[in-house]
């Protein structure tokens, strides 16, 4: 078996290269690529150098499985040509919401995966519903969930690299007392925070927050009601959400701290106390989903608080579609 990344050079791409390094999938060789400005620069891969090719040359039967790491107009444009020759698994939004492409969070929806034969191609979720959903699943599981309101708290890495490198300009800038530019968000994001992102739709929401309740519907559960109000905050890396949880079932806050921490891919941080509970700094760069501060809603004695934190670019992003390839090769791919 050989794999491709496309977008190889980008955030997410070179995520996904550190994850395969330490992933159990046996391949053969694994094919760089990116847009022709990137052509001919050379990448580690387990002591390596792999040269990177132009997604203009590049042939997509060279691979098995390949990784789409390079936005929706990439994904647009070549997605379906890819698919005729190899199995597509898109970390984009834009084929999430097709019914016969199968979303995956596979801690969740594993199942999924059977249909990929209908299109060759398996969408992975938003970064911000990823996480959330590895954390209802097993709740809904046991308690039934009938709603989830949720505020975000979202890391500039999710916008990509432009807007890291701006955040840290802008901060700069700042200190120094210098004019704030604004390029790649709608107001100045350094010591501040937008209660904005992607473009807005129907009533007031924007296609983050759509993203959510569709998403998660499809994923867990088209019954659940969901809203979703979603922020861009001065953070690098990682997303943290504030999630109420409303549960048709009778619970306890023991219980349901108990299914949490025995939950696949979920870590419940849970002391209170000071530092008692997971800030998105201290996630950065692990491979779980962190749970803390879960508490009874003191105005619904159906519902839940808690606060879920996560690493955009791994679980979010790049670790969860390496994850869909081990499920994928383990029990679907040739059977």
């Given at each position: 078996m050989n794999l491709a990344i496309i977008g190889a050079t980008g955030n997410v791409g070179?995520?996904?290269?550190?994850?395969?390094?330490?992933?159990?999938?046996?391949?053969?060789?694994?094919?760089?690529?990116?847009?022709?400005?990137?052509?001919?620069?050379k990448i580690k891969f387990k002591g390596n150098d792999i040269e990177v090719q132009s997604l203009d040359k590049y042939d997509f039967s060279s691979a098995q499985i390949t990784f789409f790491a390079a936005g929706s107009k990439i994904a647009e444009l070549w997605i379906p040509k890819a698919c005729k020759n190899t199995i597509v698994i898109d970390?984009?939004?834009?084929?999430?919401?097709?019914?016969?492409?199968?979303?995956v969070v596979p801690e969740?929806?594993?199942?999924?995966?059977?249909?990929?034969?209908?299109?060759?191609i398996i969408a992975n979720a938003n970064c911000s519903t990823i996480q959330m959903v590895l954390a209802l699943k097993p709740l809904h599981?046991?308690?039934?969930?009938?709603?989830?309101?949720?505020?975000?708290?979202?890391?500039?890495?999710?916008?990509?690299?432009?807007?890291?490198?701006?955040?840290?300009?802008?901060?700069?800038?700042?200190?120094?007392?210098?004019?704030?530019?604004?390029?790649?968000?709608?107001?100045?994001?350094?010591?501040?925070?937008?209660?904005?992102i992607d473009e807005f739709v129907d009533d007031g929401y924007t296609k983050e927050e759509w993203k959510?309740?569709?998403?998660?519907?499809?994923?867990?559960?088209p019954k659940i009601k969901i809203t979703a109000t979603c922020v861009r905050?001065?953070?690098?890396v990682s997303h943290s959400e504030s999630i109420n949880v409303e549960f048709e079932k009778p619970f306890n806050v023991e219980k349901v701290r108990d299914i949490l921490s025995k939950s696949e891919g979920c870590k419940v941080l849970d002391e209170r106390k000071n530092g008692g509970y997971i800030t998105p700094?201290?996630?950065?760069?692990?491979?779980?989903?962190?749970?803390s501060r879960i508490r009874k809603d003191s105005s619904n004695d159906k519902a839940i608080n808690m606060w879920v934190v996560s690493d955009n670019l791994l679980k979010g992003a790049a670790l969860n579609t390496v994850q869909i390839a081990e499920k994928l090769i383990k029990d679907y791919y040739g059977k």
């Open positions: 070179r995520k996904t290269i550190e994850i395969l390094e330490k992933s159990k999938i046996k391949f053969s060789k694994l094919f760089l690529v990116a847009s022709e400005r990137s052509e001919g620069k970390n984009s939004k834009y084929f999430r919401m097709d019914k016969d492409v199968p979303l969740v929806n594993p199942d999924q995966l059977a249909m990929y034969k209908k299109k060759n599981d046991h308690f039934n969930i009938k709603r989830v309101i949720v505020s975000t708290y979202q890391s500039v890495s999710g916008a990509g690299k432009a807007p890291m490198d701006e955040l840290l300009t802008q901060s700069k800038d700042f200190i120094a007392g210098k004019k704030i530019n604004s390029k790649n968000f709608t107001k100045q994001i350094a010591f501040n925070l937008i209660p904005h959510m309740e569709k998403e998660t519907k499809k994923i867990l559960d905050v001065p953070v690098m700094l201290e996630a950065e760069n692990s491979y779980m989903t962190f749970i």
